[in-house]
């Protein structure tokens, strides 16, 4: 699929892998729109691309704040072409804290609640507007992105809420891709390493160096960049379907 002119929506696109990403799809012409909770940060992007992104304040576990995001999205540009899911939260706790007390049930079902039920309500509502499109020469109408993490495969120590809700995401992108493909919709997903973004600039070294550590080469975090770029190349090649990508440089986590 061409992103010359494609529509694309990304959460979490004002920030971290999801503005990377939305700055990688303006560059190869495409519209954009952003849905995010940071109303202030995504405005910037907005003014900085006149007539080519739209905000819109979502919360992708929300069905109705998602449904007029697209609506939203379909009156300003006409379509969706492309979702990107970048929006989650990566709340930490164990099972049994230090005391033997149990993890809030609350705290484990929020994680889930936006991570796992965010993603699929996106890729959904997303799935419905594509299918309206007209297919290109290869039957393409649409191009769906989640984000997972490599949490969905080497949990550390705390990450059981978070390691749930991305190995739901690696998951569900097989039936998904099944699902949608008499429509002409494919289905990715990426499974992230530890990225720079602005979160991680802001830890000590003392903090980064033992992460880094663990990374095999390139020994360094992530470029949100080459998220980005990996978005370009799932969407450009149409080929590529029903696949969970770890973009980690050979990272495996440890315990702790």
Do not use: W
Request: hydrophobic share 45%; with cysteine.
């Amino acid at each position: 699929m061409n992103l010359n002119n494609a529509v694309a929506i990304v959460t979490g696109g004002a920030s971290g892998l999801g503005l990377a990403t939305v700055e990688e799809f303006l560059a190869r012409g495409a519209k954009v729109a952003i849905f995010d909770m940071n109303e202030a940060a995504g405005q910037a992007v907005v003014d900085a691309n006149p007539g080519r992104v739209i905000f819109a304040k979502v919360n992708v576990a929300d069905e109705q704040s998602t449904q007029a995001g697209v609506e939203a999205t379909l009156a300003a540009f006409g379509a969706v072409h492309v979702a990107v899911n970048c929006a989650g939260i990566g709340t930490a706790g164990k099972t049994l804290d230090r005391d033997s007390k149990a993890l809030p049930l609350d705290s484990f079902a929020k994680v889930i609640q936006v991570n796992l039920i965010g993603t699929f309500n996106v890729a959904r509502l997303a799935a419905q507007a594509m299918a309206n499109n007209t297919p290109d020469a290869d039957g393409q109408r649409g191009v769906i992105i989640n984000t997972a993490s490599v949490a969905a495969f080497d949990g550390q120590t705390g990450q059981a809420a978070y390691s749930a809700s991305k190995g739901g995401v690696v998951g569900m992108t097989l039936p998904m891709a099944r699902d949608l493909s008499r429509y002409g919709v494919r289905v990715n997903t990426i499974a992230p390493g530890i990225f720079d973004t602005p979160m991680m600039k802001g830890v000590s070294e003392e903090y980064r160096q033992p992460l880094i550590a663990m990374v095999q080469n390139p020994k360094r975090f992530g470029d949100p960049a080459e998220y980005g770029r990996l978005c370009v190349t799932i969407v450009e090649n149409n080929y590529l379907n029903a696949e969970t990508i770890r973009l980690d440089g050979g990272i495996r986590m440890q315990a702790k």
